[in-house]
């Protein structure tokens, strides 16, 4: 067997995630087999493709001579892919990349580099198809914001997902670091850019300078989370648009998307997924969280349907 132990950087990663990230080479169907046939066990138990992996768990995996060469690579994908089956990928978005073509950052977004990801993927797997998959987004994050976003892989899975997501709704749970000291919990029902707008939030953690905060919007207006967090004068650290203080060092601002789930329309079943932390995320959570951060790790993925 090959023992892993799991570090806060893939804290709540699905353990299917988990395992490409590390077999990059490796189809997705291969890496399916492996959960399913019991090869991979987390804490000794055997586990499922969506299983969120907790800092600390120990992971063990059949070794096999195609395993072993699979692992033999440290390089990881260009992306992180959390979940994808045939109608959709959900991707870990990272600080800084915008969603779509922006010209004052440059060419570089998700949408179009995502697809031409899966494209070159799917062609040297299959050269003797002619499809060309185009990713559309369900959902979108603001450029500054990492985590979970949910991308369909045609206009068909795009329709049935948006139609899913308008009937029964895409939960989501965020973290977010913000200026000044943040106690307690409630409802923050300023209007956004003249309509109505609700976000629901509880202190994590707190400092004299800043606060860690679980976010859950009961609407979904642009910018809303921002947006709230300034109106209660507790504006997002680096999010200097809302008057949040800068962060030189960090691509964006420390808003994370990290949790989301929702009902999959191939057969009604439920899907909870969480989007691990960006390193700089993780160091300013540990200096406000400080001993107390083990704790708090275990208590984020039992927040995303409170």
């Known amino acids: 067997m090959i023992e892993f132990q799991i570090g806060d950087e893939d804290h709540c990663r699905p353990l299917s995630s988990w395992l490409r990230l590390r077999m990059k080479d490796a189809p997705g169907g291969y890496v399916h087999q492996l959960v399913k046939k019991g090869h991979v066990t987390v804490n000794g138990a055997t586990a499922n493709d969506l299983t969120p992996l907790l800092s600390g768990d120990c992971i063990r995996l059949k070794e096999s001579s195609r395993t072993s060469s699979l692992l033999l690579t440290d390089e990881r994908p260009p992306f992180d892919i959390l979940y994808e089956d045939g109608w959709i990928i959900v991707f870990n978005k990272p600080p800084g990349l915008p969603m779509h073509h922006a010209a004052e950052v440059g060419p570089d977004n998700l949408v179009e580099l995502a697809t031409a990801y899966i494209r070159a993927r799917e062609q040297a797997a299959h050269p003797d ?27 068909s899975a795009a329709g049935m997902f948006g139609r899913t997501v308008m009937e029964s709704g895409l939960s989501k749970l965020y973290i977010a670091l913000v200026s000044g000291r943040l106690n307690g919990s409630g409802e923050i029902t300023a209007a956004v850019d003249g309509k109505e707008a609700a976000t629901r939030y509880e202190s994590l953690a707190a400092t004299g300078g800043s606060s860690l905060v679980a976010l859950w919007p009961l609407t979904g207006r642009m910018h809303q989370l921002r947006q709230h967090l300034r109106h209660i004068g507790h504006p997002i650290l680096g999010d200097r648009r809302y008057g949040g203080p800068p962060l030189p060092a960090y691509a964006g601002h420390l808003l994370h998307a990290f949790g989301t789930s929702f009902i999959h329309p191939d057969g009604d079943h439920p899907i909870a997924l969480f989007a691990p932390l960006p390193a700089g995320f993780l160091q300013m959570m540990r200096t406000v969280a400080g001993p107390s951060l083990p704790a708090l790790m275990l208590q984020l993925p039992e927040l995303v349907n409170r």
């Open 129 to 155: 198809r002619s499809t060309t998959p185009s990713l559309r987004p369900i959902n979108r994050l603001d450029r500054g914001t990492s985590g979970a976003v949910l991308l369909a892989k045609s206009s």
